[in-house]
């Protein structure tokens, strides 16, 4: 019974730190963000982006990316920052290193908008 249940605490374990892994971003207070995600913000002032979506991302010229990533999925985020979307005004972020070496924190930030977790969108990095 002990083997049991020790081999049952290993897993158990192992599923919670999987799952903390997996975890897009950290909030404390609605807008203190761990490091990776402190990157994703320093990508998307760096980038602009608030000229066309706003400096809460919740649209001008550009979409509210607040509402777009509620459906947007990762994969569909990355491709159209990388690619753009030329026929709506959208340009192409392939080329630009700072945001696509920090696509990953980028897209954390930005969903952490859209979740709600951020609650403001200039943050500070958690100390």
Request: with cysteine; net charge positive; charged share 25%.
């Amino acid at each position: 019974m002990k083997v049991k249940t020790s081999l049952l605490l290993v897993v158990l374990l192992a599923s919670v730190t999987a799952h903390a892994q997996d975890k897009l971003y950290t909030v404390v207070d609605g807008y203190k963000v761990d490091p990776e995600t402190m990157k994703g913000f320093r990508a998307w002032r760096a980038a602009a982006c608030d000229r066309c979506h706003g400096a809460n991302q919740e649209g001008m010229v550009g979409p509210s990316l607040v509402n777009s990533l509620k459906t947007l999925t990762k994969e569909e985020f990355v491709v159209t920052v990388r690619d753009g979307r030329l026929m709506k005004g959208m340009q192409s972020f392939g080329t630009s290193p700072q945001v696509m070496d920090n696509i990953n924190q980028l897209y954390a930030y930005l969903k952490g908008r859209s979740d709600g977790a951020i609650t403001r969108a200039k943050v500070e990095e958690i100390k």
